[in-house]
């Protein structure tokens, strides 16, 4: 389950602060010409709304949703956490043998960690890493402006992946973990 994914990652988070987006491939798309020239595409329906993942004490509070983006806050050992999950737009190929893609930014106050970025591909992969909290900052600042994102990914075993994020949403729901767990931008 996608879920179980998360609490690993929660259980992983004091130790590494991780960018999973294979080999450093992360692509910023901001508006496209049409876009800018006053045209409005439909927005994305979202896929499916993702259940509330488990903690230590049991499941995470849903704090809102906001386009394809999920804000959570949970207790564990080490205190609050307050995370925002997204789900891909489109996943090429469609047909991959992985578990679903997810995005992620979280918060834990009480370790003083905040925008920890993290795309998690469903698959072994080499990994890549934020090298410190900045550039943790600065790719939120960047999500919270662009339309979408793009990451591409290679498994250990040679496949590759594109997973599209849209972006619309992302800034409010950033905004409630922002305020759960106490970040001030």
Known sequence: MVFAAIHRYFAQMSSIRALVAGALTLLLVLPSAEAARGKKKAAPSASTEPAAPKSSSGAAQQLGQNGSWTAYQA?????SVCYVVGQ????????APRRSPMAMVTHRPGEKIA???????GYPINSAWARTAELDRMIVTSLGKAKQVVVRGTSQKGAATTDTYALAGFAKALALIDKACGVKR
């Open 75 to 79: 207790q564990d050992g080490g205190g």
């Open 88 to 95: 891909p737009q489109k996943s090429e190929p469609a047909n």
């Open 115 to 121: 925008n920890v970025v993290s795309f998690v591909e």
